[in-house]
């Protein structure tokens, strides 16, 4: 049972456009949320999280947008940079817990010039 | 080190051959994890320790698989009798608790591959 959903396996944007990745969760336990960037060959590295008790959270030019009646996250960047381009995780946790983080497959985001 | 570390980068085992993966974390960092990453899915938890307790090994597939921190240090995830299932990349993370998620730094992996 997949507890987090990227249902879009990729995505391609120009340089300068947005670019918004999806996320969908069914574990309404869940009150920590967070999107990993991930390079070939690379682990992934923290790019943003986000609460529960918010419903938006801002960094430069990534804004993470949770809507918690819809169990529904997304991660804006704006504007994207060719550097941007990578695989995106979504992962969901429940605070308290110290440990295990779930997440969903992954989004492979291309930034064309 | 600066990173998380783990060694080696790449294995390939023959199915029945028992393999070890090494994972050094950053220096002081309490928390040690391990998660499996198959080929196109996202990682998925296997075991998590603080300090020298393993405190949640319940994403562990089998009894096959075994980890430990002796010393609340350096970590060996090691899989016994590999099958072809177990082709995955490895990956590792350590964070301190002050740090929470944000802190949680990940090696780059160890690919493993069961022939």
């Known amino acids: 049972d997949q507890q987090v959903k990227q249902n879009s396996p990729s995505l391609s944007v120009q340089e300068g456009r947005i670019s918004i990745l999806n996320c969908d969760y069914t574990?309404?336990?869940?009150?920590?949320f967070l999107w990993y960037k991930k390079y070939p060959a690379e682990g992934p590295t923290f790019l943003i999280s986000?609460?529960?008790?918010?419903d938006k959270n801002e960094d430069g030019r990534f804004t993470v947008f949770l809507n918690k009646s819809a169990k529904h996250l997304s991660l804006h960047i704006v504007p994207s940079q060719p550097g941007d381009s990578a695989v995106y995780f979504c992962?969901?946790?429940?605070?308290?817990?110290?440990?295990?983080?779930?997440f969903g497959t992954g989004t492979r985001l291309q930034v064309t010039l | 080190g600066a990173g998380v570390s783990q060694s080696p980068r790449y294995k390939v085992a023959k199915r029945g051959q028992d393999v070890a993966l090494r994972c050094d974390p950053i220096?002081?960092?309490?928390?040690l994890f391990w998660y499996q990453q198959a080929l196109g899915q996202g990682p998925e938890f296997l075991t998590y320790?603080?300090?020298?307790?393993?405190?949640?090994k319940s994403g562990l597939p089998s009894d096959r698989f075994f980890a430990e921190r002796p010393e609340g240090s350096v970590s060996t995830l090691k899989i016994q009798r590999t099958q072809q299932e177990d082709s995955a990349v490895y990956l590792c993370?350590?964070?301190?608790?002050?740090?929470?998620?944000?802190?949680?730094?990940f090696g780059s992996g160890t690919r493993l591959t069961v022939v």
């Open positions: 320790f603080q300090n020298e307790a393993q405190l949640d």
């Open positions: 574990n309404s336990m869940f009150d920590y």
């Open positions: 992962a969901a946790t429940l605070t308290g817990t110290a440990s295990k983080l779930t």
């Open positions: 993370a350590s964070s301190t608790p002050r740090e929470g998620y944000a802190g949680y730094t």
């Open positions: 220096s002081g960092h309490v928390s």
């Open positions: 986000i609460s529960s008790i918010k």
